[in-house]
């Protein structure tokens, strides 16, 4: 004990300790210069690179972030944290409200109580859940190739406590198509698993053409296009059948470069990670004066961008700005109109979120509820889905709030959730929600409540 308490009162030479903190302080300079370049992707000069440096002193630096990130968010799920925004309508719990009319809702939500993403369909007139899926994801990401590289952290971002149904598509046998950067997932009535497609990751929304063909952003693993072969998103088009199986597919670097638009991939700002982030494509169901059947409308979210595309020419017909950022969620609403989710995220901060609708005869946009909107402060950075019903209601997911919404044709609130329903009254994540009312929705639930699948 001696020993060490000499040693530690031990003098030392003023010119030592000088030395020493120079030291410091030169590589602490040097530590913040490569954690920069790092962060910022700018770690080549030439041919010279310091990205063996910059990736290990990043990770190392950001271990104090992830422990404490895990001891107060120990699921990555939650939303509801004391130290978020500040959420008046938390003091609603579950379904509030009413619906008179015989309408259904697929509520894709992450459940607590099991610990996972779970897809309920819920009869809106009694609030009343008349089916359930509960899917084993680990289970199916045990099934996946090992020899596929794009999916070897699969079992640590999208295991069964982490995934995300995203926009699940009721199947014409009751069953779900779905995923979450993942592989795209079909699961039958009973939640066992009837195909899985491994070819890409697939995310964001799952929208059906005329003939229930869906199409579904994905990212490619990897690309042979000229000058961006090295980028690590390759956001694509991608349109599947019933089984499963890739029909089209459409690179948007490709489809950029090939419609002389390549100035959008380096004019507005070239960003390595993430440049299109493409979260919706809507197909045309209905001929107009401004697009056919077959074509397609894509959301790019970092370009804040929509933009109609034409498959079958390989043709971009129109590239629509406007008074969104960061949107999500394109509808076709009538032969003239699209409506737009507009997260409103600008550079300065987060506004109301606002559904925009796009009128082609006249080229002007307007506001969809703005007032109820901004009552009932409606708000998420990302994400988001909504629908505007024939009969002018308005389905609404906020998505990073855990919240969904429904106002009927003159804006008011009719009945709202709030995925908060468990002991401890936690606000959790949703998955893109649906709102089903047609006559395809109401048979394929009429076939759901006769199924037993105990």
Excluded at 15 to 29: A, C, G, M, T, Y
Excluded at 94 to 103: A, D, E, I, L, V
Excluded at 271 to 298: Q, R, T, Y
Aim: aromatic share 12%; proline share 3%.
């Amino acid at each position: 004990m001696k020993k060490i308490e000499n040693f530690l009162f031990k003098k030392i030479e003023l010119w030592i300790l000088i030395l020493v903190i120079i030291f410091f302080i030169i590589f602490s300079l040097f530590i913040g210069v490569l954690v920069r370049q790092g962060l910022e992707g700018r770690t080549k000069f030439g041919s010279f690179s310091i990205e063996s440096l910059t990736t290990p002193i990043i990770k190392i630096v950001r271990i104090p972030e992830r422990i404490i990130g895990k001891v107060l968010k120990p699921n990555d799920n939650r939303i509801g944290d004391p130290w978020d925004t500040k959420r008046n309508f938390l003091k609603n719990k579950g379904f509030s409200g009413q619906n008179p009319k015989n309408y259904f809702l697929l509520l894709s939500r992450y459940d607590i109580e099991s610990e996972q993403s779970i897809v309920e369909l819920v009869d809106l007139k009694k609030f009343k859940i008349i089916h359930k899926w509960v899917p084993d994801i680990n289970k199916f990401n045990d099934l996946i190739d090992k020899k596929n590289d794009q999916f070897r952290y699969q079992k640590r971002d999208q295991n069964k406590k982490r995934f995300v149904i995203y926009h699940p598509y009721l199947t014409e046998k009751g069953g779900l198509i779905f995923s979450d950067k993942s592989q795209l997932i079909n699961i039958d009535i009973c939640s066992n698993l009837v195909w899985q497609n491994q070819e890409h990751i697939f995310h964001h929304s799952k929208e059906p053409d005329i003939y229930n063909k869906l199409w579904i952003p994905a990212d490619l693993f990897k690309s042979d296009i000229k000058n961006y072969e090295k980028a690590p998103s390759h956001n694509a088009i991608v349109q599947v059948d019933s089984d499963g199986k890739i029909i089209f597919l459409k690179s948007l670097f490709e489809l950029f470069i090939e419609n002389n638009l390549e100035y959008y991939i380096h004019g507005l700002g070239f960003s390595k990670s993430n440049l299109f982030h493409l979260n919706d494509i809507e197909p045309a169901k209905i001929n107009s004066d401004f697009w056919n059947v077959g074509d397609v409308f894509l959301s790019l979210r970092n370009l804040s961008l929509v933009i109609l595309y034409r498959p079958s020419e390989n043709k971009i017909l129109n590239i629509i700005h406007g008074p969104f950022y960061n949107q999500h969620d394109v509808d076709i609403l009538n032969e003239n109109e699209i409506s737009i989710f507009n997260n409103n995220k600008k550079s300065y901060g987060v506004l109301n979120t606002e559904i925009i609708k796009y009128n082609f005869k006249t080229k002007k946009f307007s506001k969809y509820f703005e007032k109820s909107l901004s009552i009932n402060k409606v708000k998420t950075p990302y994400q988001g889905v909504h629908e505007i019903l024939p009969s002018g209601e308005l389905f609404l997911e906020s998505t990073t709030d855990g919240r969904i919404l429904f106002f009927d044709n003159k804006g008011k609130l009719q009945w709202q959730f709030v995925n908060n329903n468990n002991k401890m009254k936690e606000l959790y994540s949703m998955g893109w929600s649906r709102i089903l009312y047609t006559e395809s929705d109401i048979k394929k639930i009429n076939m759901i409540k006769e199924k037993n699948c105990k």
